[in-house]
């Protein structure tokens, strides 16, 4: 799915490649990610990172490309590349890179092109999938469904295991600012009511809780 998807989105090269390539992504990517900084060199050695370091690292990876202003495209054309490319990507154990690639594109104004990226980044969590429904909706403009998986994301809230893994984030990421409600609340219900807080505004300004 992640293939089609990708095909759909950015045009990038399906052509199995032995080692990643530039050269296989649609020029406009090319063009996109060289605007902000990311040049053949500087896109291979993202690419040969490993997922967590590529994902999950809020220093490095691909999130300094994201967090730059316009740059929210290319960031997607880096994520949706390292599904492509990255030898590190495991299929069968995404994470949350799709998603991310959903985010910037929902960011970057290509509401259908984010939606089928958010919808393809289910999982078997509730919660997780609450918030996925949630944020559809939201860029749908369905306030409907929006409050019904907010009320619904309400009644889960996180096991007392999960809350300890929340401290000892907080406690290692001592740079990373987290809302009111982070530990105790269900996961990503603070989002889902920025969402409905700032439901006309777009997703960038939303999400961040900006209007």
Same mark, same amino acid.
């Given at each position: 799915m992640v293939i089609?998807?990708?095909?759909?989105?950015?045009?990038?090269t399906l052509l199995a490649q032995d080692a990643p390539?530039?050269? $296989?992504?649609?020029?406009? +990517? *090319?063009?996109?990610? &060289?605007?902000?900084?990311?040049?053949?060199?500087?896109?291979?050695?993202l690419m040969a990172l490993e997922q967590n370091a590529f994902d999950q690292d809020f220093s490095g990876g691909w999130r300094p490309v994201g967090d730059e202003p316009g740059c929210e495209q290319a960031a997607a054309d880096l994520l949706i590349a390292y599904m492509d490319q990255s030898p590190h990507f495991n299929p069968e154990r995404p994470?949350?890179?799709?998603w991310h690639a959903g985010q910037m594109l929902a960011m970057s104004g290509e509401t259908?092109?984010?939606? $089928?990226?958010?919808?393809? +980044? *289910?999982?078997?969590? &509730?919660?997780?999938?609450?918030?996925?429904?949630?944020?559809?909706?939201?860029?749908?403009?369905d306030r409907a469904a929006a409050e019904a998986a907010r009320a619904a994301l309400a009644t889960m809230p996180p096991s007392e295991e999960e809350m300890a893994a929340r401290r000892q984030f907080l406690a290692?990421?001592?740079?990373?600012?987290?809302?009111?409600?982070?530990?105790?609340?269900?996961?990503?219900?603070?989002?889902?009511?920025?969402?409905l807080t700032c439901w006309d505004a777009p997703y960038a300004d939303a999400y961040s809780g900006a209007c």
């Open positions: 089609a998807l990708t095909a759909l989105t950015l045009g990038l390539s530039f050269d $296989a992504l649609a020029p406009d +990517a *090319r063009t996109r990610l &060289a605007g902000c900084g990311v040049e053949e060199t500087r896109f291979l050695s994470g949350v890179i799709g259908e092109q984010a939606i $089928a990226y958010f919808d393809a +980044a *289910r999982f078997s969590n &509730a919660d997780w999938n609450l918030y996925v429904d949630a944020t559809i909706a939201f860029m749908r403009r290692d990421n001592p740079h990373i600012r987290m809302p009111d409600g982070y530990v105790e609340q269900p996961q990503n219900l603070n989002v889902v009511d920025r969402l």
